[in-house]
């Protein structure tokens, strides 16, 4: 299967930008939709922005005015996800997964309900005011 490690979290001030980035291994990663979810304090995870194995690409209410951008580099085994004018709301810890069957879309429209085929540990954005 599929392994799921993401990195570039950290802590910034409140208009700053954070680079995510989600990289893949033990098997081919193009053929996978890769999805972004937080959870922030005291909240459930929810979805934040997915992009498809054609590079299809699905972002969440609170993203798609333009601060987060989702992109993939297959040849590096890694997706992305740029986080430019950072709020406190942002706080959370971010998770990405994959999954061979999804579309971007769907992703973004079952979000947890999904079974995805792999899940990262996380990596923390902490955003201060």
């Known amino acids: 299967q599929v392994q799921l490690a993401e990195s570039g979290g950290g802590l910034v001030q409140a208009g700053g930008s954070l680079r995510l980035s989600c990289a893949a291994s033990g098997r081919p990663f193009s053929s996978y939709a890769v999805g972004w979810f937080r959870q922030a304090p005291g909240k459930e995870r929810e979805f934040v922005a997915a992009i498809g194995s054609r590079g299809g690409i699905t972002y969440s209410y609170d993203s798609v005015k333009g601060r987060f951008t989702i992109s993939r580099d297959n040849a590096k085994n890694t997706v992305y996800l740029q986080m430019n004018s950072l709020k406190p709301e942002d706080t959370a810890i971010y998770y990405c997964?994959?999954?061979?069957?999804?579309?971007?879309?769907?992703?973004?429209?079952?979000?947890?309900?999904?079974?995805?085929?792999?899940w990262g540990q996380g990596t923390q954005v902490t955003v201060s005011s």
């Open positions: 997964a994959a999954d061979r069957a999804y579309s971007p879309q769907t992703m973004g429209a079952i979000g947890l309900r999904g079974k995805y085929d792999a």
